[in-house]
């Protein structure tokens, strides 16, 4: 939560302040992510939120996504080498790590422009899924299966 609460929002009347989690969001994000089942999963892996228009569920979306990122730097290497074999891990896992980084460099920039000219992020969200689907395309050409 003080990764969060380290975040400024913006745009609006709030632009530039920095996000304090209101006690409602603050609950969400603690049964989200704070409650764990005995085997040390968490208990909640999808949660259906419904939230009014003009309550912060945008900023709060973007805030939980922020503070997800980099959670797949852990489980990168052993998916890569068990899909591609530790002789081949290096090339590909400096690859991977550009494009991420990349994305990164990039990412809020694109997200801020288009925030900017449209006033919306139906724009952004559209334009990621674009970039899935382009990234899922050139999987699949050129990952050849394992035999």
Known sequence: MSFIECLTHTKGTWAGKPF?????????IRDLFGVVKPNGYRQF??????????MGKSELA???INASYGGDFSTLPAFLSSRFGMDKISGIHDVALSAWALAGLTGNQITAAVLNATGSYNLVFLIVAALYGVALIISYTMVKPQK
Do not use: G, M, R, V
């Not at 304090?20 to 969400?28: A, G, P, T, Y």
């Not at 892996?45 to 228009?53: D, F, L, R, S, V």
């Open 45 to 54: 892996n999808t949660a259906y939120i419904e939230i009014p228009k003009k």
């Open 62 to 64: 973007a805030a939980i």
């Open 20 to 28: 304090k989690l209101l006690d409602w969001q603050e609950q969400i």
